[in-house]
Each structure stands twice: as C-alpha cells, then as structure tokens.
C-alpha cells in the first residue's frame, strides 16, 4: 500500500506535543492577523496533508495552541468537530482518490519516460 505524506513534520520550535511546527504556526498567526477562518481543509491544502489519521492528530494540536485565544480555540474546535462529522468522510474520501490518481498518474509517466528511452536507443 502507498505510504501518504502525513503530518509527520517537527521541530524544536514545535507546541508540546511536538506535532505543530514553525511553519504552520506561522500559519496560524498571519490567518489569525487577517482575521481568516482555520478548517482543516484549509489546513491539509497548505500543507500537503493526505493521511487521514496524522492531519486529525496535528490539526487538533494546532486548536489547543496558546497563540490562540481561548474563544477562538472553542469556536475553531466547535466547528472542526461539527465539520468532521458532517464533511468529513466525504472530504477523506476525495483526498485520498486524488492522491492515487497522483501516484499512477506519476507512475505511467516514469513508464512512459523509459519506455521512450529504450525505443530511442533501439532506433540508434
């Protein structure tokens, strides 16, 4: 079975779980400063996320950060819980869809590509 990219990234600048690092702090913060909503699509778009299992676990690290005011941390977990009750499944489903047509995707083109190579050398 594919291995798909998690949220696996970590850093000594990270939340005390260890889960959250610099970059999605940062994240964070410059949504926050714009007043932008945090969802988890929003979240596994930005940063590449496609395991199911590993964004949940960031993602609900991220909604127990201290950068966030405590009424933001209850609206923004009230909604992530109504969101992945609601759409959840369905948005699991075609994230994980995409990801293999991006992989057989990726790998006919490498098959293709030495295919390609080995004809050119049969012709010279």
Do not use: Q
Request: charged share 35%; glycine share 6%.
């Amino acid at each position: 079975m594919d291995k798909m990219k998690g949220g696996s990234n970590k850093s000594d600048n990270s939340d005390a779980t260890g889960l959250v690092c610099k970059e999605v702090i940062l994240w964070i913060e410059e949504r926050l400063a714009r007043k932008e909503d945090i969802t988890m699509p929003e979240y596994c778009h930005k940063f590449g996320l496609t395991n199911e299992e590993d964004a949940h676990s960031t993602f609900s690290s991220l909604l127990s950060l201290s950068i966030l005011p405590k009424a933001t941390r209850t609206v923004l977990s009230e909604r992530y819980e109504r969101w992945r009750r609601n759409e959840g499944e369905e948005f699991w489903t075609s994230r994980a869809a995409d990801y293999k047509i991006n992989v057989s995707t990726n790998e006919t083109i490498g098959d293709l590509v030495e295919r390609g190579r080995f004809f050119t050398k049969k012709r010279l």
